[in-house]
T-cell receptor
């Protein structure tokens, strides 16, 4: 079984401030981890993913995430927030074997960016 | 490539009515899936398919049917709509479900369904 917990359903930052969105997972097998972004009234767009190898993953729009196995975490960061980053962000996990193709999502974090 | 397409974008049904949400992809992806999105609950897997003729249940399958007669299409059927099925529905596809081949899922734009 696999699960994802996103800490904080709403995060608010000022433009130019650090963005930190927290994600913890549980998985009985080595996980594949994803961050997706959803802009209002749109579908989900992949930001970045971790499969194997380097634990620091860089994605689009200046976002990055670090896989920490010991902490079962995959937090998303961006050094300097921009107004266009306002959206909902989802962390997701898939496992190996029969779980490889199935994504389990966290409940989402809404990011608000203030001028 | 159009990617993953969904129709309709919006739909209003009365309780007990039936309808089919359409999903198509032109990327020759093996794996297709349907999710529903509800506030504060993220996305939950309804049904999925690992190839033409093969489907299976996800986390919340009750009230929904699927079939996959071609690689490209994966329709979702609501047999008798209920207010609890009011949600936003997303279809997704990925190239493969077998590691180490790429398993990133690509999402359609969604269908917003209201059941009165």
């Amino acid at each position: 079984a696999q699960s994802v917990t996103q800490l904080g359903s709403h995060v608010s930052v000022s433009e130019g401030a650090l963005v930190l969105l927290r994600c913890n997972y549980s998985s009985s097998v080595p996980p594949y981890l994803f961050w997706y972004v959803q802009y209002p009234n749109q579908g989900l767009q992949l930001l970045l993913k971790y499969t194997t190898g380097a634990t620091l993953v860089k994605g689009i729009n200046g976002f990055e995430a670090e896989f920490k196995k010991s902490e079962t975490s995959f937090h998303l960061t961006k050094p300097s927030a921009h107004m266009s980053d306002a959206a909902e962000y989802f962390c997701a996990v898939s496992g190996g074997g029969t779980s490889y193709g199935k994504l389990t999502f966290g409940q989402g974090t809404i990011l608000t960016v203030h001028p | 490539n159009a990617g993953v397409t969904q129709t309709p974008k919006f739909q209003v049904l009365k309780t007990g009515q039936s309808m089919t949400l359409q999903c198509a992809q032109d990327m020759n992806h093996e794996y297709m899936s349907w999710y529903r999105q509800d506030p504060g609950m993220g996305l939950r897997l309804i049904h999925y398919s690992v190839g033409a003729g093969i489907t299976d249940q996800g986390e919340v399958p009750n009230g929904y049917n699927v079939s996959r007669s071609t690689t490209e299409d994966f329709p979702l059927r609501l047999l008798s709509a209920a207010p609890s099925q009011t949600s936003v529905y997303f279809c997704a596809s990925s190239y493969s479900i077998t590691p180490p081949v790429e398993n990133t899922q690509y999402f359609g734009p969604g269908t917003r369904l209201t059941v009165l």
